[in-house]
Structure formats: structure tokens, C-alpha cells
């Protein structure tokens, strides 16, 4: 018996145990809110004293007290782990978490937001599949998409534009039956939102694995898994955590799917350290409060900017001159706590105004408590001609609004808008 059990895989034993222990320990907490700070500890982590917080679990290996108990391991009558690579008690509660707050069967949590994107891609397509892209996508994502999956392993790669509509979506991906459709919703830079209903639908009929990272979203502004999505990523470094001070990303969906992500990722090795799993943990719990205040300090600039005369185009799917006001309206509760726009004068003024900003760091990630602010046309490292190409202004500015009183970050940004034009 004990030679049957090492053979198959110690991956798929632990996900086993794993979800036969926790479960039955769904709390029954209708906000959330209250499942960001419940889920996943109370009641259903693995025991590690009597703590508040779920501990850190230092550890890269597991013993056991005796050969039985390892067969009983092997034969799942026996809920432990057995090697870092394949999971920890710390992930894993933060796991569970992610998983009852997303509403999915099953969430794995990986190194990083593109550890997660590229797994998920590469566990869910078939050797020269077809891969279809949305236009917005995380430019890493896109060039993962082009460079790794179709010229080095065959994939066959296609791409929608939101100009499209979600007619013209819909009727490409039932005319090609993609193997996976991939999208970002909102979109990076421009926040596009699709209609994911229609979309899902159409992946079902064309026998399509829809995935969708709602990194920008949250779980708080957008139910994905609920409006039909497959599979759901977000990039954890950024609302998950809140804090920008640690790295993550996670996949969260039907335990099936998710399996064949944990079977690939257990192979590749991008594990999450349990001292970021821990801070991760922390963070999730203020997501409800923060993304609240970001949504709202988000809709006040975007509504702020809107009537600047130094202001050429705003990007806010809260504001009714965005392109999916509508949709956004039907399948989001929030617009979220990015805000895109043009400056007039091109890269120099947006430069000034950047220069001049008192609140706001200059860096390139989003969605933790401090502002950040970025400019595309810097920051991507490529050629204005190369930016028109991908249809970004240079005087683009992506601003991510942080837990900043909301006043003081309007009455900063109107001084830089000043400055910049003085």
C-alpha cells in the first residue's frame, strides 16, 4: 500500500488534505468585510497555538512521529504537509481566505502577480494551443503571451480590441474557439471593462477557459468568479496587500483548475514565502475599508479633473464619459482607486507636474496606502514612436490614489497642475 501511495502525487495528496480539513469551516458571514478578517483563520486554519493572527510557520520541511502516521499521510487519513514547495500552513490559511472571499472552490497563492498569470496560461493550455488576448492587458502579461507561449512554444496566438464591442468579442471567440481567452478587467492604463456575462457565455459555447486578472477590480469591487469566470488572478502586491511591501499573486477558481496550476507551480518552484504570506494576510483584512476610500478619493479626482482646462482626456470607468461607463455600472459596486489622464503640452508638462507633486511617490506599482503616480511615457523605456503604436499619449499619467485624506490629495494635485503650467 505504501508503494501505490508514493506514487502518485505528493502534490495532489496535500491538496486533498488540504481541502478535506478546512472545507467545512466556511464562516457563515454574509459581508465581505467580515470574511476578509474571518475567513480562512478562525476555526478552519491548522492549529498553531492559541493566537489571534495565524503565525508564521518558518519552515521549509515537515516531519512526522512515525511510519504509520507517514503511510496515513500518504493514504489522506492524516492532514499535515510534507515540503515547503508543496505548502505551508500559513499560505494556506491565506488561501482559504482569498478562496471564501472570491467565492471559488480553491486559491493558490504564488511569488508574485506574472508568477501567477504565466502558470495559470501555461497549465491551462494544450502543447500548440490557442491562446486569445484582450487589448489592455498587463504589458508583462502581453509579452509573456508573444514571446514565451507563442514563438518558443507554439501557442497560437490571437488578440481583441475593446473597440470591437462586446458583439464583435463575442462573435470572434465563437468563430475561433480559442483554448483559453485571457483578459485584464479593468484594463491596465485606460481601465476598459468588458461585459463579462457576455463574454463568459461565449467562452462556454466555444468550450473556452476564461480567465480574468481583476487586480484593479478587487474582490471588493467586482464578484468575476460570480459573473462567470473560470479562473481569477490578482496580482497580490497591489490592493490584496494594500501596503506596497510584499510581493504576491493568486489564482482562485474551480478546484479543478486550480489543481493543474498547483501540480505545474509545485514543479516551477515561485512558492510564497510564509513572511509574505503573514504580511499579505494582514493586509487583506483593512481591504474593505481601504478600497472604500480609494473608490471614493478616486471618483473625486476623476470628477476634479474632468473640469481642468490643463487636462485633456480622463480614464475613469466611474465618470459618464468613459467608454464602459455602462457596463462598469452594471457588474462593478466601485470604479476603483486608479485614475488615468492626459495633460496638454505633451511628456514636459506632465513631467513638471509630476516633478512637482508633494503627496505622491513617483513609482511604477498601485493600490497600496501610499499614492503613487506614474508616467507611461518614462516609465515603459521605449520610443515615442513605439508608444503611439501601442496607442499611449505621451503625456499620460496613471495616478493611484493611497489612504491620503482625499482633500489634501485634490489640493496637491490642483497646486502641481499650477506649477506645471506656470
Same mark, same amino acid.
Given at each position: 500500500?505504501?508503494?501505490? #501511495?508514493?506514487?502518485?502525487?505528493?502534490?495532489?495528496?496535500?491538496?486533498?488534505?488540504?481541502?478535506? +480539513?478546512?472545507?467545512? $469551516?466556511?464562516?457563515? $458571514?454574509?459581508?465581505?468585510?467580515?470574511?476578509?478578517?474571518?475567513?480562512?483563520?478562525?476555526?478552519?486554519?491548522?492549529? !498553531?497555538?492559541?493566537?489571534?493572527? /495565524?503565525?508564521?510557520?518558518?519552515?521549509? %520541511?515537515?516531519?512526522?512521529?512515525?511510519?504509520?502516521? *507517514?503511510?496515513?499521510?500518504?493514504?489522506?487519513?492524516?492532514?499535515?504537509?510534507?515540503?515547503?514547495?508543496?505548502?505551508?500552513?500559513?499560505?494556506?490559511?491565506?488561501?482559504?481566505?482569498?478562496?471564501?472571499?472570491?467565492?471559488?472552490?480553491?486559491?493558490?497563492?504564488?511569488?508574485?502577480?506574472?508568477?501567477?498569470?504565466?502558470?495559470?496560461?501555461?497549465?491551462?493550455?494544450?502543447?500548440?494551443?490557442?491562446?486569445?488576448?484582450?487589448?489592455?492587458?498587463?504589458?508583462?502579461?502581453?509579452?509573456?503571451?508573444?514571446?514565451?507561449? %507563442?514563438?518558443?512554444?507554439?501557442?497560437?496566438?490571437?488578440?481583441?480590441?475593446?473597440? !470591437?464591442?462586446?458583439?464583435?468579442?463575442? @462573435?470572434?471567440?465563437? =468563430?475561433?474557439?480559442?483554448?483559453?481567452?485571457?483578459?485584464?478587467?479593468?484594463?491596465?492604463?485606460?481601465?476598459?471593462?468588458?461585459?463579462?456575462?457576455?463574454?463568459? #457565455? %461565449?467562452?462556454? @459555447?466555444?468550450?473556452?477557459?476564461?480567465?480574468?486578472?481583476?487586480? $484593479?477590480?478587487?474582490?471588493?469591487?467586482?464578484? /468575476?468568479? +460570480?459573473? &462567470?469566470?473560470?479562473?481569477?488572478?490578482?496580482? #497580490?502586491?497591489?490592493?490584496?496587500?494594500?501596503?506596497?511591501?510584499?510581493?504576491?499573486?493568486?489564482?482562485?477558481?474551480?478546484?479543478? !483548475?486550480?489543481?493543474?496550476?498547483?501540480?505545474?507551480?509545485?514543479?516551477?518552484?515561485?512558492?510564497?514565502?510564509?513572511?509574505?504570506?503573514? *504580511?499579505?494576510?494582514?493586509?487583506?483584512?483593512?481591504?474593505?475599508?481601504?478600497? @472604500?476610500?480609494?473608490?471614493?478619493?478616486?471618483?473625486? *479626482? =476623476?470628477?476634479?479633473?474632468?473640469?481642468?482646462?490643463?487636462?485633456?482626456?480622463?480614464?475613469?470607468?466611474? *465618470?459618464?464619459?468613459?467608454?464602459?461607463?455602462?457596463?462598469?455600472?452594471?457588474?462593478?459596486?466601485?470604479?476603483?482607486?486608479?485614475?488615468?489622464?492626459?495633460?496638454?503640452?505633451?511628456?514636459?508638462?506632465?513631467?513638471?507636474?509630476?516633478? %512637482?507633486?508633494?503627496?505622491?511617490?513617483?513609482?511604477?506599482?498601485? &493600490?497600496?496606502?501610499?499614492?503613487?503616480?506614474?508616467?507611461?511615457?518614462?516609465?515603459?523605456?521605449?520610443?515615442?514612436?513605439?508608444?503611439?503604436?501601442?496607442?499611449?499619449?505621451?503625456?499620460?499619467?496613471?495616478?493611484?490614489?493611497?489612504?491620503?485624506?482625499?482633500?489634501?490629495?485634490?489640493?496637491?494635485?490642483?497646486?502641481?497642475?499650477?506649477?506645471?503650467?506656470?
Amino acid at each position: 500500500m505504501l508503494g501505490k #501511495a508514493f506514487r502518485r502525487s505528493f502534490v495532489s495528496r496535500t491538496l486533498v488534505a488540504r481541502m478535506s +480539513d478546512t472545507q467545512s $469551516y466556511e464562516p457563515v $458571514y454574509g459581508h465581505l468585510a467580515t470574511k476578509a478578517v474571518q475567513s480562512g483563520e478562525s476555526g478552519g486554519r491548522v492549529s !498553531m497555538q492559541d493566537c489571534v493572527t /495565524t503565525p508564521i510557520a518558518q519552515t521549509s %520541511a515537515y516531519t512526522f512521529k512515525n511510519t504509520q502516521q *507517514l503511510i496515513d499521510f500518504c493514504e489522506q487519513r492524516f492532514v499535515s504537509f510534507e515540503y515547503g514547495r508543496y505548502g505551508n500552513p500559513t499560505t494556506r490559511a491565506l488561501e482559504d481566505k482569498l478562496k471564501f472571499i472570491e467565492g471559488g472552490e480553491d486559491a493558490l497563492f504564488s511569488a508574485s502577480g506574472m508568477n501567477s498569470n504565466s502558470s495559470t496560461m501555461l497549465a491551462m493550455l494544450p502543447p500548440g494551443g490557442k491562446l486569445m488576448t484582450l487589448e489592455g492587458c498587463y504589458r508583462q502579461t502581453e509579452s509573456f503571451a508573444k514571446e514565451f507561449a %507563442a514563438e518558443k512554444l507554439g501557442v497560437q496566438l490571437s488578440h481583441l480590441n475593446h473597440d !470591437m464591442g462586446t458583439k464583435g468579442m463575442v @462573435e470572434a471567440i465563437l =468563430a475561433e474557439q480559442p483554448d483559453v481567452v485571457f483578459a485584464e478587467c479593468p484594463s491596465s492604463v485606460f481601465l476598459r471593462v468588458m461585459d463579462l456575462k457576455a463574454i463568459s #457565455a %461565449a467562452c462556454k @459555447e466555444a468550450g473556452s477557459i476564461f480567465i480574468v486578472d481583476a487586480t $484593479y477590480a478587487t474582490p471588493m469591487n467586482q464578484r /468575476t468568479l +460570480d459573473l &462567470g469566470a473560470d479562473l481569477v488572478i490578482h496580482s #497580490a502586491s497591489k490592493y490584496i496587500s494594500g501596503h506596497n511591501d510584499v510581493m504576491g499573486g493568486v489564482v482562485i477558481g474551480k478546484a479543478e !483548475m486550480v489543481q493543474k496550476v498547483r501540480t505545474l507551480h509545485a514543479v516551477l518552484g515561485g512558492v510564497m514565502d510564509p513572511h509574505a504570506a503573514y *504580511l499579505v494576510m494582514r493586509g487583506v483584512k483593512t481591504m474593505g475599508i481601504r478600497v @472604500e476610500h480609494q473608490n471614493n478619493s478616486a471618483l473625486e *479626482l =476623476a470628477n476634479y479633473l474632468s473640469s481642468v482646462p490643463q487636462i485633456k482626456e480622463v480614464f475613469y470607468p466611474g *465618470l459618464r464619459s468613459h467608454p464602459d461607463y455602462d457596463i462598469a455600472k452594471k457588474q462593478m459596486s466601485g470604479g476603483g482607486g486608479v485614475v488615468s489622464f492626459v495633460i496638454r503640452g505633451g511628456k514636459e508638462n506632465a513631467r513638471k507636474f509630476l516633478d %512637482a507633486l508633494r503627496i505622491p511617490y513617483i513609482g511604477s506599482s498601485l &493600490g497600496g496606502v501610499e499614492s503613487l503616480v506614474e508616467l507611461p511615457s518614462i516609465a515603459y523605456g521605449v520610443s515615442d514612436e513605439r508608444l503611439a503604436e501601442m496607442g499611449i499619449p505621451v503625456g499620460l499619467v496613471r495616478f493611484s490614489c493611497g489612504l491620503e485624506d482625499t482633500v489634501d490629495l485634490l489640493t496637491d494635485v490642483a497646486q502641481a497642475l499650477k506649477e506645471a503650467n506656470a
